[in-house]
Structure formats: C-alpha cells, structure tokens
C-alpha cells in the first residue's frame, strides 16, 4: 500500500484544513488508518485513527472536538477535517497504515506516507 497525503498549508488560528491521504490497491477496506503529526523537537504523536470498517475511532485529548477523521471507500481516502486550528497544531502531519488497529494508534504502522505541513500562525 502506498500512501499520498495531501492538504497542508498555512492558515491563522481559527482557521480551517482538511487533509487527505490516498492509498494506492484495492484492499484500502482491509487496513486501519491514522493520522500522526511531528512538530520540531518533539516525537511523532497520534492526532486520531479510525478503524477498518469506520466504526472505531481515536482522538488525541488536544483535538477532540475539533478534529474529525473520515474516510471514502470509493476513493480510497482517508481524511482529517481541522478546525479551529491552533499555533501549538503546527507540524508535519503523516498518514499510516496498518491491518492492526493497536499498531495504528502506536504509531508501529505498517504503511506511512510522506507528510504535508500545516503552519497555524497567531
């Protein structure tokens, strides 16, 4: 599976960005999706997941209730709708894939792609 992430950019605080990830196959309904992020100096963290059959999700306690992840099965996507968006939501923001939903949220993903940046100025 490859992984292609879109969307990023620069936006002031309060603003708005949706992030897209498309796997490559035919099995994108097989495979967990997450999305992590990166800022400088820190460790990758989970911002959120969803599982296979888009009934189970995971959010970071820092955007809950102001990001929601979703995905497409006709277009093998998966998204991250970010709203209200913070300086502190600054970073690189990766996609991964796993067939496991406890690899997916611990960032041991089996498939990853190669990151969009969001800059969130004040």
């Known amino acids: 599976v490859q992984l292609q992430a879109s969307g990023g950019g620069m936006v002031q605080a309060g603003g708005s960005l949706r992030l897209s990830c498309v796997a490559s196959?035919?099995?994108?309904?097989?495979?967990?999706m997450g999305w992590f992020r990166q800022a400088p100096g820190k460790e990758r963290e989970l911002v959120a997941a969803?599982?296979?059959?888009?009934?189970?999700?995971n959010y970071s306690g820092s955007v809950t209730g102001r990001f929601t992840i979703s995905r497409d099965y006709a277009k093998n996507t998966v998204y991250l709708q970010m709203n209200n968006l913070k300086p502190e939501d600054t970073a690189v923001y990766f996609c991964t894939a796993d067939a496991s939903f406890i690899r997916t949220t611990t960032a041991r993903g089996s498939y990853w792609g190669q990151g969009t940046l969001v800059t969130v100025s004040s």
């Open positions: 196959g035919r099995t994108f309904g097989v495979y967990d």
């Open positions: 969803i599982s296979a059959s888009g009934d189970r999700n």
